[in-house]
């Protein structure tokens, strides 16, 4: 009977034993599982440089720069011994190998190229504080799940994120910081004015001086010349202002309906301006005070549209990166372009031409942003945006863009980046910041860029 309980007593011992050893057999397992860096991962990331980037207020110009190099880091690491995906080394002006991924390291790719998105990201923006915390977070996160496999695919991401800046560095951005203002001061007529209500300086006069990466030069896609200046009602130039002023004022007629049957349909004009108004520069004032309302720019809006794309095609971590990456490259360039033309041809806004020459009290309904007009920045940028986005997910890709739900604007359906592009040109019309000349020129320059970057960049196998 004693033999008989002791070997059922060892028979328990032997069974907890055993437990033991499975339990930490799964442990160790779980421990030393690869660490999963999705999609989602990268556009959380994404995500908030873009919310944080809103909060420090960049122009537009400067905004993308922050989305373009924190990409391109991201996508020469994953594109080291992929088959699918070739590196932009040589490809991009001034950009040299990245260092050299050894396939034995047991770097995580995916975790890599994500720890330099965010390392370069770090360096762009000015509130370095909310970046590092959202980093911690994933670091610490990394580590407790395969503390090895982190430091060495941290490592590793450093050491791009490193060459990256390095690139980065000479871009002649720093150069740019300290050279002139803009001067409006001149016997000229016709040229550009600050607008109401902050009167700022002109944005940015030198960004055409930025290194370009894929195009010649920035003036390789220089539109054709602005509708000479004149104040003769019948020329050109008065003609389109004088649509620019009908158009506001229809809406307005619109709008005044609206609040005298107190109904909640917005016309239709007036929703797409504001949906597509995109001005981190719009500003309130109440009393005394002036403070900003912060917007997305024209550049966060793409981004978030690409991001829209990515998750609903179910994109993989890669696409995601080449995806990213394309789609600021080209967004880019064409800041680039039109900043060029903006500060050589330095057309006068409609705000400030028909308040002189029409209708001293017309408002247009979007806040005029405080840069020359010519040509339309969002439509360059659109029109290139939807053009490199078309390539990669087709020509009728349905979608829901809720990028303006954060600022309360409602979603809106589009049946593909065209049609898309094609309204965030429109819109410039329908807000009285722009001539159509200015729109339809705009979306030319912008195809030129799109159509040449697709043609010039080989990222794909």
């Not at 980093?135 to 590793?156: A, C, G, I």
């Not at 109440?286 to 609903?312: E, S, V």
Request: aromatic residues 12%; hydrophobic residues 35%; charged residues 25%.
């Amino acid at each position: 009977m004693l033999r008989i309980k002791l070997i059922k007593h060892n028979t328990m011992k032997s069974k907890i034993f055993l437990f033991g050893i499975i339990s930490l057999f799964f442990i160790s397992c779980k421990k030393d599982s690869p660490i999963k860096v999705t999609t989602n991962d990268y556009c959380a990331a994404v995500d908030t440089v873009t919310g944080i980037m809103v909060h420090d207020i960049f122009s537009p110009p400067v905004a993308s720069r922050i989305y373009l190099y924190p990409n391109i880091a991201a996508y020469e690491i994953m594109a080291q011994n992929s088959t699918k995906y070739i590196s932009l080394e040589g490809q991009l002006k001034g950009l040299d190998p990245i260092p050299k991924l050894d396939v034995k390291s047991g770097v995580n790719k995916n975790l890599a190229a994500l720890i330099a998105h965010i390392e370069v990201s770090k360096q762009l923006i000015f509130s370095e504080e909310a970046l590092e915390k959202y980093r911690d977070v994933l670091y610490k996160k990394w580590e407790d799940e395969n503390p090895k496999e982190f430091e060495v695919s941290k490592e590793y991401g450093l050491k791009v994120a490193d060459h990256i800046k390095k690139w980065m560095g000479k871009d002649n951005y720093k150069q740019t910081r300290t050279f002139s203002k803009f001067s409006v001061y001149s016997d000229q007529p016709g040229r550009w004015q600050p607008t109401p209500p902050s009167y700022m300086d002109g944005v940015e006069p030198h960004w055409g001086e930025i290194r370009t990466l894929v195009m010649d030069s920035a003036s390789q896609f220089k539109p054709k010349a602005p509708f000479p200046f004149s104040t003769d009602k019948n020329s050109d130039f008065y003609k389109q202002a004088k649509e620019t002023y009908d158009v506001g004022n229809l809406i307005s007629g619109k709008l005044k309906e609206v609040e005298t049957t107190k109904s909640s349909l917005i016309p239709e004009e007036s929703s797409i301006a504001a949906f597509w108004d995109c001005n981190p520069y719009a500003t309130v004032t109440q009393g005394h005070m002036t403070f900003a309302k912060k917007k997305n720019t024209p550049d966060a809006h793409w981004i978030n549209i690409t991001k829209i794309a990515l998750k609903q095609s179910n994109s993989n971590f890669e696409t995601t990166v080449f995806a990213f990456t394309k789609t600021s490259i080209g967004i880019f360039e064409s800041f680039i372009s039109c900043w060029d033309e903006k500060y050589r041809s330095n057309v006068v806004r409609p705000e400030t031409y028909i308040n002189q020459n029409i209708d001293e009290n017309w408002r247009p309904q979007l806040q005029t942003p405080p840069f020359p007009e010519y040509t339309s920045g969002h439509s360059v940028v659109s029109t290139c945006s939807s053009i490199i986005l078309t390539t990669i997910f087709g020509d009728n890709f349905s979608y829901v863009d809720n990028s303006e739900f954060y600022f309360g604007l409602p979603d809106r359906r589009f049946k593909s980046f065209k049609q898309a592009a094609a309204e965030a040109s429109i819109s410039r019309l329908y807000g009285g910041i722009h001539y159509r000349a200015a729109i339809e020129n705009g979306v030319v320059q912008g195809t030129n860029i799109g159509n040449f970057i697709n043609k010039k960049l080989k990222m794909t196998k």
